[in-house]
């Protein structure tokens, strides 16, 4: 697999799509009345997608969606998460590779 197909699959893909149905969809439009539980909310739904059974696992991806929800909430700004999001799974990406 090329390095370009890697980054779309392992990096782009993910943050688009994550941060478009957690944030975009739930924190944006369902609960957006509710500020605080839409980054509660759309934080344990970005930690339940990644469906690991591991709670240590689980609570990883419960912080980073943290983070992520509470960036959008202050920014207001969708492509902020996404990029951020981005910058997070490169740097996994990059690890995991130095690694092998």
């Keep these: 697999m090329t390095w370009p197909k890697i980054?779309?699959?392992?990096?782009v893909f993910p943050a688009l799509t994550e941060?478009?149905?957690d944030r975009g969809?739930?924190?944006r439009y369902v609960l957006s009345k509710w500020p605080l539980v839409g980054v509660v909310v759309s934080a344990l739904a970005f930690a339940s997608i990644h469906f690991t059974t591991n709670w240590f696992h689980f609570a990883m991806f419960?912080?980073?969606g943290l983070n992520f929800a509470y960036i959008y909430?202050?920014?207001?700004r969708l492509e902020v998460s996404i990029t951020v999001h981005a910058?997070?799974?490169?740097?996994?990406?990059v690890w995991i590779m130095a690694t092998l």
């Design 62 to 64: 419960a912080l980073s």
């Design 25 to 27: 969809l739930l924190q």
């Design 19 to 21: 941060e478009l149905v």
């Design 7 to 11: 980054i779309l699959m392992y990096v």
């Design 73 to 76: 909430h202050r920014t207001g």
């Design 87 to 93: 910058i997070g799974n490169l740097l996994i990406l």
